[in-house]
């Protein structure tokens, strides 16, 4: 990897604060703005990322930005959007970008943010998981099979390949609920029973197979 600049924008100190987390480890130089200086044209194109914090009307940067990129600045763009926006949310077309929004997991973030900023450098072969002819891949979060990418949700992906890394082991739901959302998730186990449908089918019968319920316990990929 190479060391990336970031420029987090954002006029909340508890979001920045928590973007800041979210980059802990990552070899980056992080410089701090307020929402008026992206508006106002700051030279984001001498950053190698650029984290907005848009709230519930984030077009009004969007549209800056893309002013900015169609003056010639390469930029990337991460988005913090409040749920309420999503309806009216429309991503910047002349520009790299992602979005999230407030409220999800630190590990989601960071899990984003590294794609932006590293995108294809932090694979190896052992970030790659191959089950028949589906590959994961542990670094960029992403599945493909031989029919394209498989558009996996990040906790489909992360519940899978978790089980996927695991084989030929049955896990209960609770203990995935702890290894997978976390000691502070507060949900039921049915979570888990919903988030393994989804991803059957999402798999396709032939691998769907080999995601096994054990009745009793939980749930185990047959490796």
């Avoid at 049955?170 to 959302?181: E, F, P, T």
């Amino acid at each position: 990897m190479h060391m990336r600049s970031v420029l987090v924008a954002t006029n909340d100190d508890y979001a920045r604060a928590w973007i800041h987390r979210a980059m802990t480890g990552m070899d980056v130089s992080i410089e701090n703005t307020t929402l008026d200086g992206v508006s106002q044209g700051i030279s984001v194109g001498d950053w190698s990322l650029v984290i907005i914090d848009g709230g519930t009307s984030p077009q009004q940067v969007v549209d800056s930005l893309e002013n900015i990129a169609s003056l010639g600045a390469a930029v990337r763009v991460f988005l913090l959007v409040e749920e309420e926006a999503l309806p009216r949310l429309r991503l910047p077309v002349r520009i790299v970008s992602d979005f999230m929004v407030r409220g999800s997991s630190s590990e989601e973030m960071s899990a984003r943010i590294r794609m932006l900023l590293w995108p294809g450098e932090e694979c190896s072969d052992q970030d790659l998981v191959r089950v028949g002819d589906l590959v994961l891949n542990l670094a960029t979060y992403q599945a493909y099979s031989s029919e394209g990418p498989i558009d996996f949700t990040y906790q489909e992906y992360s519940l899978f390949a978790y089980l996927a890394t695991h084989p030929n082991r049955a896990y209960s739901r609770d203990l995935l609920l702890k290894r997978v959302w976390g000691q502070d998730y507060f949900g039921g186990t049915r979570t888990v029973d919903v988030h393994v449908r989804r991803i059957r089918s999402k798999l396709g019968p032939e691998l769907a197979r080999r995601l096994e319920t054990v009745r009793g316990v939980g749930y185990l990929w047959n490796g």
